[in-house]
């Protein structure tokens, strides 16, 4: 009877690879969060309830604001906007950096829309999701530069 083969040992990553593996998956997962809070936000738009999200898209806030009398196009904008950054956090969360790029510049865009309008608590928190974005997009292109 032969031994049983022993598996092949492979040094751990360093501790800082996990830190900011971790750090890449959480600023993805920021992109979720903006879609969450604006799927909230719609569905208490189309309820009639007043009470919204800062973190929301301003590009929601404006389409159910536009579209309230034709509540069906207001909510197809919605969900247009709502998927697109689920589907960025799923290419983020895989470790494509340009949904980071392409999800940054869309908030950004998102931003100026409250910009307009001088409404600055939802400019402000804008800004400092897009910092942590930003964060994560500079960590992965490291990693990625690591590696290659």
Do not use: C
Not at 27 to 45: D, E, K, Y
Not at 81 to 103: E, H, P, T
């Amino acid at each position: 009877m032969s031994e049983p083969a022993t598996p092949a040992t492979s040094t751990p990553p360093p501790p800082q690879a996990n830190a900011a593996v971790a750090a890449v998956a959480s600023a993805a997962r920021w992109f979720w969060w903006i879609a969450g809070l604006s799927l909230v936000n719609t569905v208490l738009v189309q309820t009639g309830n007043d009470m919204n999200f800062v973190v929301g898209l301003g590009i929601t806030a404006g389409a159910d604001a536009l579209f309230a009398g034709t509540k069906v196009i207001g909510f197809i904008v919605d969900a247009v906007a709502i998927v697109f950054f689920v589907l960025m956090g799923l290419q983020a969360q895989r470790g494509k950096l340009w949904a980071f790029y392409v999800g940054i510049g869309v908030y950004t865009l998102d931003a100026l829309i409250y910009a307009a309008i001088q409404d600055w608590m939802p400019v402000a928190f804008h800004a400092l999701i897009i910092y942590f974005i930003v964060r994560g997009a500079m960590l992965l292109r490291a990693m990625k530069r690591a590696t290659a």
